[in-house]
């Protein structure tokens, strides 16, 4: 989970812990594919495997800024975010290994931050969205809650499109 400095327990240690059980999850479902495979939709929608794992990594570590920064830093996206559907997909030179080895740099800072973070109490305000509550703030609990279920959730959605791509499955 964690590498180098304090290793989390209690209440931290059980949030690190099932996140990663998730990320876990994610990334078992992509196990043998090749780029070429990752990169295929399965479906009707824009999702492919290699683009699970870019937009659950961008996701956390857009929230994790939000975490240090508030809604502000999250706003500040490395390269912009002009095409929303690009995160869903694997662009013209993108790799799965490659895709996997950001998603583990992006998971050991996030397990870094927390292990840091004088306690999970620490509140910002959300960004103005449609989606959320005008006026409401989200403790660092409240954003790993997220995270976890946002992982959890596009890890069910790569076990149906690895089951559609080759019959595989991530569990069963």
Known sequence: M???GAVPHGERADLLQTLDKHRGFLRHTVRDLT?????LRTTVSELCLGGLIKHVSGTEARWMRFVVGGAEAMRAEPGGRADWQAQF???EGETLAGLLAGYERVAAETDALVASLPDLDRVHALPQAPWFEPGAVWSVRRVL???IAETA???GHADIIREALDGA????
């Open 169 to 172: 499955k991530t569990m069963g």
């Open 89 to 91: 997909r694997m662009a």
């Open 153 to 155: 959730q596009h890890a």
């Open 35 to 39: 780029d070429e495979q990752a990169a």
């Open 2 to 4: 964690t590498s180098g």
């Open 145 to 147: 809650l997220h995270v």
